[in-house]
């Protein structure tokens, strides 16, 4: 007998996922606080951080809560681990890097747009870096060949027509459905995330908001990007740190995305290219 789907509850919590976030948790907690007149409880879906940033928040704000996830388990299994963390009550997650920065009313914002669109399944913002500049964060599903396009000319050709068609966000700046949204900032629909499992924890880091929203869009929900709410995200905190491994993890998750789309004895010449191509890429980036 197929079990009931879960009813959830219309509380809102925030999962951040920490590894040794230093003092850009305290910003994210303390601007968080603007951004919504809702209550909010905070999870810190913590892999492993030896700083001592998230035991000072937990200890500091009454609303957060430390949850250690026994190893790093990369975003997405962090992420989970936070999630499972909540009890039904909490029909609203959501996941949110702890180098962010909310602007006023941002998640109210997020919120409302739920009501606007009632088959969403994830919401994102506009997203800008420190300079202002508009994040891409709302893409197309990369197909094989923009794909191919976008990852071997996007570094020595930035104009190419497949980055640009990638990236076609940072000018369509208007409430719409996208094909995914980064995973630096979602809202989530917890009755969305829960009917395709959430993250996939293969992905250690990288492309697990591409794969989430291309299965939540299968599955009938709607990423929709609202850049009425804004924050700005601090990238790279964490992963500066260990810089070479998360290239190499980029590279990765970028195969995991393509070979797990192009599966059987047919596609194993395609597979081969890209694998060719990515080590090529990883090579040149190393230097």
């Known amino acids: 007998m197929t079990a009931e789907p879960t009813a959830y509850g219309d509380r809102l919590a925030v999962v951040t996922v ?3 976030p230093g003092d850009t948790l ?10 919504t ?3 909010v409880r905070v999870i810190l879906a913590d892999n492993g951080s030896v700083d001592g940033a998230p035991e000072a928040a937990a200890a500091a704000h009454d609303h957060v809560e430390l949850v250690r996830t026994g190893g790093n388990l990369g975003y997405g299994g962090g992420a989970n681990r936070g999630v499972a963390a909540l009890g039904p009550e909490y029909g609203w997650v959501v996941v ?3 180098d962010l920065e909310w602007s006023p009313g941002s998640l109210d914002e997020l919120l409302d747009a739920t009501d606007r669109w009632p088959r969403g399944g994830s919401f994102g913002p506009l997203i800008t870096e420190r300079s202002g500049e508009v994040y891409p964060s709302a893409r197309e599903v990369p197909s094989l060949g923009k794909g191919i396009g976008h990852g071997v000319l996007g570094k020595v050709w930035p104009a190419n027509p497949w980055t640009r068609a990638y990236k076609q966000s940072a000018a369509d700046v208007r409430e719409r459905v996208a094909g995914w949204l980064s995973g630096s900032c979602l809202l989530l629909r917890r009755a969305a995330f829960d009917s395709v499992d959430g993250f996939d924890a293969r992905y250690f880091m990288y492309f697990e908001d591409v794969d989430l929203g291309e299965r939540l869009g299968l599955a009938g929900w709607q990423n929709v990007y609202v850049p009425s709410a804004k924050v700005m995200h601090i990238q790279g905190v964490s992963t500066a740190k260990v810089s070479d ?10 195969y995991r995305y393509i070979a797990d789309r192009h599966r059987g004895v ?3 010449p395609v597979r081969g290219v890209v694998k060719a191509g990515l080590a090529v890429r990883l090579r040149m980036e190393s230097r």
């Open 37 to 39: 007149r809702r209550d």
């Open 96 to 98: 949110a890097n702890p």
């Open 26 to 35: 305290d910003r994210f907690i303390h601007t968080l606080a603007g951004a």
């Open 266 to 268: 047919v596609w194993a």
């Open 18 to 20: 920490t590894y040794s």
């Open 245 to 254: 491994k998360m290239l190499v993890a980029h590279h990765d998750s970028a």
